[in-house]
């Protein structure tokens, strides 16, 4: 193991810009879909539920918002394992409460409990244009609600979360 980490100790910069980049798309890579696009138009199809248009908006949408957030998953993929790498080669010392601690903790208890639960909802049991194809709209609908709450739910908890996560990250303060 240490003639790897030896190898790979020069690189440990590059892990880390690989790292800062997989978390921006992490972070951002849906942010404007949910605001200016899915948001609104999950907004017009609760207000007027006889509309057919708002009702094949919203599908659409939400069809086009799982699949961009392939993009989101995949840089969290990235995300951890750079971290993993980060943490094995700096040796970090996960008994002291440090920023690194409080990231991976905060990573840990609730980012990928909730990105767990986000990938089935875009890309597994829950993905709306998978299930859209077996023509069973009882369960389409239902995944739709169950999608729209985790996003409503969530999208607080990732507002206060995102920038911590980068303040910790760039200020280092303890």
Not at 56 to 74: C, P, Q, S, T, W
Request: glycine share 4%.
């Amino acid at each position: 193991m240490e003639e790897i980490r030896a190898t790979l100790a020069p690189w440990y910069l590059y892990i880390k810009a690989l790292h800062v980049i997989a978390a921006a798309l992490w972070s951002f890579s849906t942010a404007v879909a949910w605001v200016f696009y899915l948001k609104p138009a999950l907004r017009r199809a609760a207000l007027s539920p006889a509309d057919p248009e708002a009702r094949m908006r919203r599908d659409h949408y939400l069809e086009l918002f799982d699949r961009g957030a392939l993009v989101e998953h995949v840089a969290l993929a990235v995300l951890v394992v750079t971290a993993l790498a980060m943490l094995w080669l700096g040796r970090v010392d996960l008994t002291r409460w440090s920023f690194v601690t409080a990231k991976l903790w905060i990573g840990v208890v609730l980012i990928l409990p909730m990105e767990a639960i986000d990938i089935y909802l875009s890309h597994l049991g829950g993905n709306k244009a998978g299930i859209r194809r077996t023509g069973d709209m009882a369960r389409y609908e239902r995944m739709v609600r169950h999608h729209v709450t985790f996003l409503r739910v969530t999208e607080p908890i990732v507002v206060v979360l995102v920038p911590l996560l980068f303040v910790l990250a760039v200020a280092k303060p303890f």
